[in-house]
T-cell receptor
Framework: DSGVTQTPKHLITATGQRVTLRCSPRSGDLSVYWYQQSLDQGLQFLIQYYNGEERAKGNILERFSAQQFPDLHSELNLSSLELGDSALYFC????????????FGPGTRLLVL | DQQVKQNSPSLSVQEGRISILNCDYTNSMFDYFLWYKKYPAEGPTFLISISSIKDKNEDGRFTVFLNKSAKHLSLHIVPSQPGDSAVYFCAASEGRGSTLGRLYFGRGTQLTVWP
C-alpha cells in the first residue's frame, strides 16, 4: 500500500459526459501528479501540482483540467468525453518537487461507451 | 516520441536464476532513473532508483546499473522468485527546467518467473 488513494476505482460513462477523478496523496506529500495509461500510449504524464499550484504540464488535453485543494487532495476533471479517453488514470505523490521518487495510487479505470 | 525505451516486451526466467531487464533512453538531460513493478489491477510500485552520479545501486535482490555513455540502464534480480512475476517499468526524470519532476516511462517488460 503506497498511501496514495484514488476514487472511484472504476467508472463507466457515455461519450460527451464529464467525470471527476479524486486523489489523496500520502500524508505529508506536497506534490501530486496525474498520469494516463492507455493501450497504445503507455504511461503518459498529464500534469503536476505542488502545494496547490500547477507546476508542470504534459500531454493534457484542453478538455481535461485539474486542481489541488488546500488539504492537498487533487481532482482531475475530464469533460466532453470521447471513446479514446478510455484508459487507466493514475495519481502519484511525492514529498516535494523535483528529482525524487513518486508513489502511485491504485488508479481509476475509465470506460467511455 | 518515446524517450525511454524497453525493447523487450517480455522475459521468461526460471526461479533462482538471474533476471536482467533492460532500458534505453535518448534524452541526455535525464539524471534520475527509477524502476517500478506493476501487478494487474494495481498501481506501479516503486522498486529502486539511481542518480546519474552513480553507476550502480543495490537493494537486496535488486541491483540497477547505469551506463550514461551508452544511455542504458538495467535491472538485475537475483535470485528470481515467482512473486517477481509482474510488469516492470523503467522511468526517467530531468533534474531541472520546466519538466522537473515529470517521469517519462518505457512501455514495460512482462517478467515471468517459472518454478
Amino acid at each position: 500500500d503506497s498511501g496514495v488513494t484514488q476514487t472511484p476505482k472504476h467508472l463507466i460513462t457515455a461519450t460527451g459526459q464529464r467525470v471527476t477523478l479524486r486523489c489523496s496523496p500520502r500524508s505529508g506529500d506536497l506534490s501530486v501528479y496525474w498520469y494516463q495509461q492507455s493501450l497504445d500510449q503507455g504511461l503518459q504524464f498529464l500534469i503536476q501540482y505542488y502545494n496547490g499550484e500547477e507546476r508542470a504540464k504534459g500531454n493534457i488535453l484542453e478538455r481535461f483540467s485539474a486542481q489541488q485543494f488546500p488539504d492537498l487532495h487533487s481532482e482531475l476533471n475530464l469533460s466532453s468525453l470521447e471513446l479514446g479517453d478510455s484508459a487507466l488514470y493514475f495519481c502519484a505523490s511525492s514529498a516535494r518537487t523535483g528529482v525524487e521518487t513518486q508513489y502511485f495510487g491504485p488508479g481509476t479505470r475509465l470506460l467511455v461507451l | 516520441d518515446q524517450q525511454v525505451k524497453q525493447n523487450s516486451p517480455s522475459l521468461s526466467v526460471q526461479e533462482g536464476r538471474i533476471s536482467i531487464l533492460n532500458c534505453d533512453y535518448t534524452n541526455s538531460m535525464f539524471d534520475y532513473f527509477l524502476w517500478y513493478k506493476k501487478y494487474p489491477a494495481e498501481g506501479p510500485t516503486f522498486l529502486i532508483s539511481i542518480s546519474s552520479i552513480k553507476d550502480k545501486n543495490e537493494d537486496g535482490r535488486f541491483t540497477v546499473f547505469l551506463n550514461k555513455s551508452a544511455k542504458h540502464l538495467s535491472l538485475h534480480i537475483v535470485p528470481s522468485q515467482p512473486g517477481d512475476s509482474a510488469v516492470y517499468f523503467c522511468a526517467a526524470s530531468e533534474g531541472r527546467g520546466s519538466t522537473l519532476g515529470r517521469l517519462y516511462f518505457g512501455r514495460g517488460t512482462q517478467l515471468t518467473v517459472w518454478p
